[in-house]
T-cell receptor
């Protein structure tokens, strides 16, 4: 059973298009995240949701719009894709803050290539 | 802005050698984690350290959290090809915001 699953794993698209990446976790976690990993492997947080509510928006352009229909799902929609959006996007989940030292469980990543 | 600098950035060693990876920050973290990431996969947690000065061992891997909770190190004894991967430290600022380090790419040659 995959704990955090993302789809699609690979996405190749043209500049200006709109695309979505879906994420689901079956761990019963309340908190979910989107991270972006660039070509230098630097992993940067984009968004964090706790029980469907946005709690972190790390100065991400408003072309990126996360949506959490329920606490097991966190999708990422990107409008008007730009070359600089090419990266690997990781979804992760964790228990809520205050649950002790927390552990992030990551999905396998979605590699987005914008041409 | 909180930053975690890792050194070295790249490391290529022979099987059986020892190595140490460092993770440094000017910020204090409530806990610090180490992850390993393999190609095509997401990072996987190796260990969490919480108390300043804490040392944890995981088989051939030894993790230490600095006394001031601003830095950490990962020491691998007798490295094996299976240890190859990207090692990432991550600081927990306590506000749902894990700050990841710049990463260390380790390659262990047989």
């Amino acid at each position: 059973d995959t704990a955090v699953s993302q789809t699609p794993k690979y996405l190749v698209t043209q500049m200006g298009n709109d695309k979505s990446i879906k994420c689901e976790q079956n761990l019963g976690h309340d908190t979910m995240y989107w991270y972006k990993q660039d070509s230098k492997k630097f992993l940067k947080i984009m968004f964090s949701y706790n029980n469907k509510e946005l709690i972190i928006n790390e100065t991400v352009p408003n072309r990126f719009s996360p949506k959490s229909p329920d606490k097991a799902h966190l999708n990422l929609h990107i409008n008007s894709l730009e070359l600089g959006d090419s990266a690997v996007y990781f979804c992760a989940s964790s228990l809520p803050m205050g649950s002790g030292a927390n552990v992030l469980t990551f999905g396998a990543g979605s590699r987005l290539t914008v041409l | 802005t909180q930053l975690l600098e890792q050194s070295p950035q790249f490391l290529s060693i022979q099987e059986g050698e020892n190595l140490t990876v460092y993770c440094n920050s000017s910020s204090v973290f409530s806990s610090l984690q180490w992850y390993r990431q393999e190609p095509g996969e997401g990072p996987v947690l190796l260990v969490t350290v919480v108390t300043g000065g804490e040392v944890k061992k995981l088989k051939r891997l030894t993790f230490q959290f600095g006394d001031a909770r601003k830095d950490s190190s990962l020491h691998i004894t007798a490295a094996q090809p299976g240890d190859t991967g990207l090692y990432l430290c991550a600081g927990d600022s306590g506000t749902y915001k894990y700050i990841f380090g710049t990463g260390t790419r380790l390659k262990v040659l047989a």
